[in-house]
C-alpha cells in the first residue's frame, strides 16, 4: 500500500504590509531604529510621571542614601528626568531631559526644545532628579556601561555614594571617573 502525502495549505500571513509611502511617512523606513526627530518633550511628560510613581513605590521605605543609591543602580532609567554634571565632552555639560532610549553605551534623552541627544555613559556623571523622595541623585556613567536587562542582575557595590560594578573590566574605568569627578572640586 502505498501512503500518499498530502500537502497542507501555507497559513495566510497576518502581518500588515505598508507601501515604502507609509513607511516612510511614519519614519519607520531606516533600520537603525533611531528615535524620530519629531517626537516632542510633551509626550514623553506621561511616561516621566509613570517612572516618578514607580520610583516612589519603589523608594518608599527607603531613607537611607545608600539604599536608594543601590537600587537606583539597578532600576530602569527609561522615563527619568537626568543631567549631565560632567562629561569629557564640554557639548554635553548641561544636556538634560527625559531618557528615552538606553543602549549599552549610551543614553538617548528628549530635551524641552525636542531634541533627541544621545549621550554616552563612559566618562560621564549624571544627575537623576527624584521626586519622592526628593532630591537628586549623582551616577556615574561608567557603572552602567551594560545593557539594562543585564545591569539588573549584575552585583554592584556602593563607594561614597556612586556605585562600582565587581567587574574587573569595569572596576579601573568607574575608579578613574570618580578620580577625575573628585578632583574637580579640590
Known amino acids: 500500500m502505498e501512503a500518499s502525502f498530502n500537502k497542507l495549505p ?41 517612572w516618578a510613581s514607580y520610583v516612589a513605590h519603589l523608594f518608599a521605605n527607603d531613607s537611607d542614601v ?13 522615563g527619568a528626568y537626568i543631567s549631565v554634571a560632567h562629561s569629557n565632552c564640554a557639548s554635553y555639560e548641561h544636556l538634560n531631559g527625559i531618557v528615552v532610549k538606553e543602549t549599552k553605551n549610551t543614553f538617548v534623552i528628549v530635551t524641552s526644545q525636542n531634541v533627541p541627544k544621545t549621550i554616552p555613559k ?37 563607594i561614597h555614594g556612586f556605585c562600582r560594578t565587581k567587574s574587573v573590566q569595569s ?3 568607574t575608579l578613574t571617573a570618580l578620580l577625575k569627578f573628585l578632583l574637580l572640586f579640590f
Not at 17 to 45: C, Q, V
Not at 138 to 147: D, E, P
Open 10 to 50: 501555507k497559513p495566510k500571513s497576518k502581518e500588515i504590509k505598508l507601501s515604502k509611502t507609509k513607511l516612510r511617512s511614519l519614519g519607520l523606513h531606516k533600520k537603525d531604529k533611531k528615535i524620530p526627530r519629531r517626537l516632542a518633550y510633551e509626550d514623553f511628560l506621561e511616561l516621566h510621571s509613570l
Open 66 to 78: 545608600n539604599e536608594i543609591q543601590g537600587k537606583l543602580n539597578r532600576i530602569d532609567l527609561h
Open 122 to 158: 563612559y566618562e560621564t556623571v549624571f544627575d537623576i532628579k527624584l521626586e519622592n523622595p526628593s532630591g537628586v541623585m549623582r551616577i556615574v556613567g561608567n557603572s552602567f556601561l551594560t545593557r539594562p536587562a543585564e545591569r539588573v542582575s549584575k552585583k554592584s557595590e556602593i
Open 171 to 173: 572596576e579601573s574605568k
